[in-house]
């Protein structure tokens, strides 16, 4: 299988970092480019992706970002992780450049399931105007992975140890930056949207239409859906739940020794 070209634009979290470790070492995929929104969260994710034992390039700004997904040799699956501002922003200085991108992959919104709000998660509420702008862009194809479906595969102990016990430099350092965030159940959200591209059934999807709220205070961020009956309506997927352990095994295949 010809591996699928990703270009990843994130912010400088831990479970950003265990996306873009997924993302360089999965055989399936060929990362060709990480962008983040400062030169100061580009270092801070070089550093973590590092503790696995794998060098990436980032790029900071809009102008890394669009080079990246223009300079490849064929359109890319370009995945979201962080909040959609940088995004946006390179959509506002190159309006075409959606017709460069196969495939949208946005992990971000959420259905049932609270995030920073009870009706937004931290992506979209960090800056809900972008997240309209880049979900209203003309992408002929566009997957949105919300917190339900990431709270469907939230790790344990035992998927962790597991984890550990690959003994590779890339699954240490993925099990170490996931136990950081098991006061918060190990949500690691976004190798779920990478893991995605890999393996497109590991999730239970709908077709949806998508509002983001912009203004009312009360519910600013939240993420309104519309399902589509018509599966020909509408460009947008929306994952709301996802197979956990499967999730796994994509996690321990690419992490695990080659």
Not at 82 to 111: F, K, Y
Request: with cysteine.
């Amino acid at each position: 299988m010809t591996p699928v070209p990703v270009v990843v634009v994130c912010d400088a979290e831990t479970d950003d970092a265990i996306a873009i470790l997924l993302a360089a070492l999965d055989p399936g995929l060929d990362l060709l480019g990480v962008s983040t929104a400062s030169r100061q969260e580009a270092a801070e994710v070089r550093a973590l992706v590092a503790s696995g034992g794998v060098d990436v390039a980032v790029h900071a700004g809009v102008d890394g970002l669009v080079a990246a997904v223009r300079d490849a040799a064929e359109p890319v699956t370009l995945v979201t992780t962080g909040p959609l501002t940088n995004l946006a922003a390179a959509l506002a200085a190159d309006p075409s450049l959606p017709r460069a991108v196969r495939r949208l992959v946005v992990l971000g919104g959420t259905h049932r399931e609270p995030g920073v709000t009870p009706y937004a998660d931290r992506n979209v509420w960090a800056d809900p105007q972008a997240a309209a702008d880049v979900l209203a862009a003309p992408f002929r194809d566009v997957l949105l992975v919300t917190a339900d479906a990431t709270a469907s595969v939230a790790l344990d102990g035992a998927d962790l140890a597991r984890l550990r016990a690959l003994g590779t430099p890339a699954a240490r350092a993925a099990a170490a930056l996931a136990a950081a965030r098991l006061d918060r159940g190990a949500r690691v959200h976004d190798p779920l949207a990478v893991a995605a591209v890999r393996e497109p059934g590991l999730l239970t999807t709908l077709r949806a239409a998508v509002r983001v709220e912009c203004t009312d205070p009360t519910t600013y961020g939240a993420t309104r859906f519309a399902a589509e009956v018509d599966e020909r309506r509408g460009r947008m997927s929306v994952a709301v739940g996802a197979d956990k352990a499967r999730y796994v095994e994509v996690l321990v295949a690419a992490l695990g020794p080659s």
